[in-house]
Nanobody, 123 residues
């Protein structure tokens, strides 16, 4: 069983940057495909980015392509989400998730979830 803990959220002005981190424990980190999702108030949780076990493949939602970068450090059991040029519409709770089967943009495909970290972008 994998436990995931996100960090790095906060309040930032529009145009600023944040780097989120998600550290895993309780499992073999390199076995898991990882994803970032976000949920804004009153909206469904949506896919942001995913990365394969070996970091060989990444996938992004169209809304964040060229703006966000997902990466992982298997030696540190951590996945990152670098967020640049932030906009007020990026305001949400950001969640990381893990699954051992397939890299996916479908939230139903993930077995393990963190508790989330709040990102607020002011205009």
């Amino acid at each position: 069983q994998v436990q995931l803990v996100e960090s790095g959220g906060g309040l930032v002005q529009a145009g600023g940057s944040l780097r989120l981190a998600c550290t895993a424990s309780g499992g073999t980190f390199s076995r898991y495909h990882l994803g970032w999702f976000r949920q804004a108030p009153g909206k469904e949780r949506e896919f942001v980015a995913a990365i394969s076990r070996s970091s060989g493949r990444t996938s992004y939602a169209d809304s964040v392509k060229g703006q966000f970068t997902i990466s992982r450090d298997n030696a540190k059991n951590t996945v990152y989400l670098q967020m640049n040029s932030l906009k007020p519409e990026d305001t949400a709770v950001y969640y990381c998730a893990a699954n051992s089967f397939i890299m996916s943009s479908n939230r139903g495909g993930y077995d393990y979830w963190g508790q989330g970290t709040q990102v607020t972008v002011s205009s």
